[in-house]
């Protein structure tokens, strides 16, 4: 009776052992961590579970809501409310399929992430994706010092 479980335990280890570690994702131009462009608040408390902080307000654009998850660095915009507008991390454990993410060095993001360029914005560094223009899905990787130190993916409103 004991071998039985005693190989049925060991089979289990090897199994946990053999699996991939699961990351939070940050997808180009599409989302981080489980929470997508478009995706509604109910998607986003399916994938991500209840947020440790909720905001809501008013801006120049409208009604907007914003969950926090704390202990993920993570923060998702709602602009208008309904639909996720934008996503970002302040958190180290989100990462591109090429390993850049909040952390790495400028020149990762420049180079591992496919369509990105780096320039200085009215003081700020960003390596971006796309060119700012209304409407259009982009990925922001803000760098302080060298490093990136949040990344933002999300719709360009204005």
Same mark, same amino acid.
């Given at each position: ?24 994702? +940050?997808?180009?131009?599409?989302? +981080? ?33 914003? @969950? ?5 660095? &993570? ?40 369509? $990105? ?14 060119? @700012?223009?209304?409407?259009?899905? +982009?990925?922001?990787?803000? &760098? ?6 949040? $990344?933002?993916?999300? &719709?360009? &409103?204005?």
């Amino acid at each position: 009776m004991l071998r039985p479980v005693l190989t049925l335990a060991a089979g289990l280890a090897a199994s946990l052992a053999a699996a991939p570690a699961a990351h939070a994702v +940050i997808q180009v131009d599409r989302g +981080i961590a489980g929470a997508r462009i478009g995706n509604t608040q109910a998607q986003v408390r399916a994938a991500l579970g209840p947020p440790s902080r909720v905001a809501r307000g008013t801006n120049e654009f409208g009604r907007f809501v914003v @969950f926090r998850y704390e202990g993920a660095g &993570i923060r998702v915009t709602f602009q208008g409310a309904r639909r996720v507008t934008t996503v970002s991390t302040t958190g180290l454990g989100d990462r591109t399929p090429r390993g850049v993410g909040v952390g790495s060095p400028e020149g990762d993001a420049d180079t591992k992430v496919s369509g $990105v360029m780096c320039e200085s914005i009215g003081g700020d560094r960003l390596c971006h994706t796309g060119d @700012f223009s209304a409407g259009q899905r +982009i990925t922001v990787f803000i &760098i302080r010092a060298g490093r990136v130190s949040r $990344v933002d993916v999300g &719709i360009v &409103i204005d």
